[in-house]
């Protein structure tokens, strides 16, 4: 696997249930993100992790919970979640916080909440 | 604050023509990064080029180059030679001076190529 993969693609889950995002990047990056794509709307950026530590929350509601265990894996937990949560997920990384270059993004797992 | 404004929302262009793409910017950052990104239907925001704001040259990468109009604050694309493949959702992006590598989008542009 090269660059940054996501798990899984397709997500479909009910208001109550449970699910977590899977981001996984073989870069060699020291710096990981999660954005949400909404039609119509801007990338938003949600978190940003680097080197395992969360430097950024963008007043995300809690039904959100990220854990980056290593600086290869970040995680995105779902609970709880509401209909306007619908929405592309994409994760990113780059080579580090301060870097000027590109960020590297996943192919998204696309949410449905039902 | 940052600010990216696209405002178009499609833009439709013959195979082999060129298209410009407009993005205009806001910000209070003297120091800044400007990024194309290109969306396909698959879902991935595959980076094109970068243009920073002391650059004294406009940025080009193979068909894509970047009009950068500094004191307009626009960063206009411009794509060469159209492909087919070339379909796709463009994203304008700015990264500020904050220190963090984050950054802002804009709305993005459909970009429509027919043969």
């Known amino acids: 696997e090269t660059g940054v993969t996501q798990t899984p693609r397709h997500l479909v889950m009910g208001m109550t249930n449970k699910k977590s995002l899977k981001c996984e990047q073989h870069?060699?990056?020291?710096?990981m993100y999660w954005y949400k794509q909404s039609a119509k709307k801007p990338l938003e950026l949600m978190f940003v992790?680097?080197?395992?530590?969360?430097?950024e929350n963008n007043s995300v509601p809690s039904r959100f919970s990220p854990e980056c265990p290593n600086s290869s894996h970040l995680f995105l937990h779902l609970h709880t979640l509401q209909p306007e949560d619908s929405a592309l997920y994409l994760c990113?990384?780059?080579?580090?916080?301060?870097?000027?270059?590109?960020?590297?993004f996943g192919p998204g797992t696309r949410l449905t909440v039902t | 604050a940052q600010k990216i404004t696209q405002t178009q929302p499609g833009m439709f262009v013959q195979e082999k023509e060129a298209v410009t793409l407009d993005c205009t910017y806001d910000t209070s950052d003297p120091s800044y990064g400007l990024f194309w990104y290109k969306q396909p239907s698959s879902g991935e925001m595959i980076f094109l080029i970068y243009?920073?704001?002391?650059?004294?040259q406009n940025a080009t990468e193979g068909r894509y180059s970047l009009n950068f109009q500094k004191a307009r604050k626009s960063a206009n694309l411009v794509i060469s030679a159209s492909q087919l493949g070339d379909s796709a959702m463009y994203f304008c992006a700015m990264r500020g001076a904050s220190g963090y590598s984050t950054l802002t989008f804009g709305k993005g542009t459909m970009l429509l190529v027919s043969p």
């Open positions: 992790y680097s080197l395992e530590e969360r430097v």
């Open positions: 990113a990384s780059s080579q580090d916080l301060l870097a000027a270059y590109e960020q590297y």
């Open positions: 243009q920073g704001s002391y650059d004294q």
């Open positions: 870069l060699g990056h020291n710096a």
